[in-house]
């Protein structure tokens, strides 16, 4: 009775820890990363022909050389009373435009069915960027929103067009956002949009 309750506890422990171990992987792999994004804008007020550029400060806060892939995008959230007051977003509540952050101009997509693109069907995926930091450096990029393409965040379409074309006039929430493993935000900024 004795070894059958044993060869019992020991199946179990074997069990519990194969079951557990996928997750604690998963928890290593979701750490955060020690960035610190924060952006600032030269003028508020978003309106045509006028460049606004947006300084993207990128800080690596551990004493560790870093090289992130991600996916770099702006955003714009709506600060209409409705928008704000649902807890949940609606198609023109947000847009975003995906962009090269260190050639500061619109991301495309990597074709990957020519023959398809021909029918219109687009079959594609995003490229990731990869960022080299050094212990503890800090970069900045300059890209202005108005120069790249835009699209409504619940779209199904890849970003297309300009900025005006995209985004009703208002007041809006700009952030900056790197995407991949795990996401990091920027601060915030209120912009309006002329």
């Known amino acids: ?114 023959e398809l693109e021909k029918k219109g069907v687009i079959v594609g995926r995003v490229p990731e960027e990869t960022l080299h930091f050094e212990s503890r450096e800090v970069k900045k990029f300059s890209i202005d929103p108005t120069k790249t393409l835009w699209n409504a965040e619940m779209g199904n379409d890849w970003p297309r067009w300009n900025l005006y074309e995209a985004v009703p006039k208002g007041v809006y929430l700009l952030e900056f956002k790197l995407s991949g493993p795990t996401s990091i935000r920027s601060n915030t900024i209120t912009v309006t949009i002329k």
């Open 1 to 114: 009775m004795r070894i059958t309750n044993l060869l019992y506890l020991a199946v179990v422990f074997i069990l519990t820890t194969l079951l557990f171990q996928p997750a604690s992987f998963a928890q290593e792999q979701a750490q955060p990363v020690p960035l610190k994004i924060s952006v600032a804008i030269e003028s508020d007020q978003l309106s045509r022909p006028n460049p606004a550029l947006v300084t993207i400060t990128i800080e690596n806060l551990s004493s560790q050389a870093l090289d992130i892939k991600s996916i770099a995008s702006f955003r714009l959230s709506s600060t209409r009373k409705e928008a704000m007051a649902r807890r949940h977003e609606v198609f023109g509540d947000s847009y975003w435009s995906p962009v090269n952050l260190s050639a500061g101009t619109p991301k495309q997509l990597d074709i990957m069915d020519p």
